[in-house]
C-alpha cells in the first residue's frame, strides 16, 4: 500500500501511482505540495492509479483548494472510473471535472 507522486518531466504534468486511501492520502498530499510548488499550471495524470477510495476525493478537493488559493489552474487527468463513481455518489463529479 503506497503512494507516488512526481513531476514527468516529458509529459510536462504531475503522475500519480498507485494506491490512494486513508492510508496514503496524507503521504500524497505532502508529495503534491513538494511537486506542485513551482509549477504555474497543475495538470495531475492518474492513469497509474491501482486503488482508491472515498478519502481520495476529499484530496482532489484539497488539491483544487489549494491551487484555487495559490492562483494556479489545475486539472484531473485519466480519473479511475472507481473514483469517478464515488464522486458521482457523492454529488461532487462535476467538481472534479471542472478545470480552475
Known sequence: MSVE????????????????????????LKQFSRECKSLPKWVIDFTQVTKVDSTAIAMLIELKRNAQ??????????????????????QV????????
Do not use: C, H, W
Open 5 to 28: 507522486v512526481s513531476f514527468d518531466n516529458a509529459n510536462q504534468y504531475i503522475q500519480v501511482k498507485g494506491e490512494l486511501t486513508s492510508n496514503t492520502v496524507m503521504n500524497a
Open 69 to 90: 488559493k495559490k492562483k494556479k489552474s489545475i486539472s484531473f487527468i485519466y480519473l479511475p472510473s472507481a473514483l469517478l463513481k464515488i464522486a458521482r455518489l457523492s
Open 93 to 100: 463529479e462535476d467538481l472534479l471535472k471542472q478545470k480552475g
